[in-house]
Nanobody, 121 residues
Framework: VQLQASGGGLVQAGGFLRLSCAAS????????IGWFRQAPGKEREFVAT????????YYADSVKGRLTVSRDNAKNTVYLQMNSLKPEDTAVYHC???????????????WGQGTQVTVSS
């Protein structure tokens, strides 16, 4: 499974960005796509996840109501729409694939390269 994340950038607080994660490879190995983020000096943090089949989603409490994860089966792409961004959202965002619908980073075996999101105050 190969994952390609894109869409990061610099935005002011209150602004928005849409991240994309293009997936290819064995579909059974990517039953769920998760988004994680890691800020400097901090551990990797779960953000959101979506089941590839059915589209069930789950979010970290810190992003509920502001971030929305969705997928386009035809394009094999998962999106993370980020609204009302805050400076504390600044991090490198990674997408990852798992055979499980889970929030645990260790359960994700395929990771894309990160994309930097910087939110200025």
């Amino acid at each position: 499974v190969q994952l390609q994340a894109s869409g990061g950038g610099l935005v002011q607080a209150g602004g928005f960005l849409r991240l994309s994660c293009a997936a290819s490879g064995r579909t059974f190995s990517r039953s769920a796509i998760g988004w994680f983020r890691q800020a400097p000096g901090k551990e990797r943090e779960f953000v959101a996840t979506i089941r590839w089949s059915g589209g069930t989603t789950y979010y970290a409490d810190s992003v509920k109501g502001r971030l929305t994860v969705s997928r386009d089966n035809a394009k094999n792409t998962v999106y993370l729409q980020m609204n009302s961004l805050k400076p504390e959202d600044t991090a490198v965002y990674h997408c990852a694939a798992s055979t499980q619908f889970t929030v645990v980073p260790g359960d994700y075996f395929y990771w894309g390269q990160g994309t930097q999101v910087t939110v200025s105050s």
